[in-house]
């Protein structure tokens, strides 16, 4: 899933997950352009690895 709203830190991921908020993300899948928001239960999350994104590859998390 390529994040594009907002910009994520791991410190804000980890409280997320820590409270278990349910976060709004403007989002896209791997393989596509079109962004949609999805309603994300970060309680229900036990792993997320950011890294940049780079044309052409997506954001893992």
Known sequence: MRV????LTE???ARWMQS???VRLEVSEMGTQVA???LVNFGNVG???LQPY????????
């Open 54 to 61: 780079r044309g052409g590859r997506g954001l893992s998390f």
């Open 4 to 7: 594009h709203r907002p910009t």
């Open 11 to 13: 410190d804000e991921v």
């Open 36 to 38: 949609h928001s999805m």
């Open 47 to 49: 792993f997320a690895w």
């Open 20 to 22: 278990g908020a349910v």
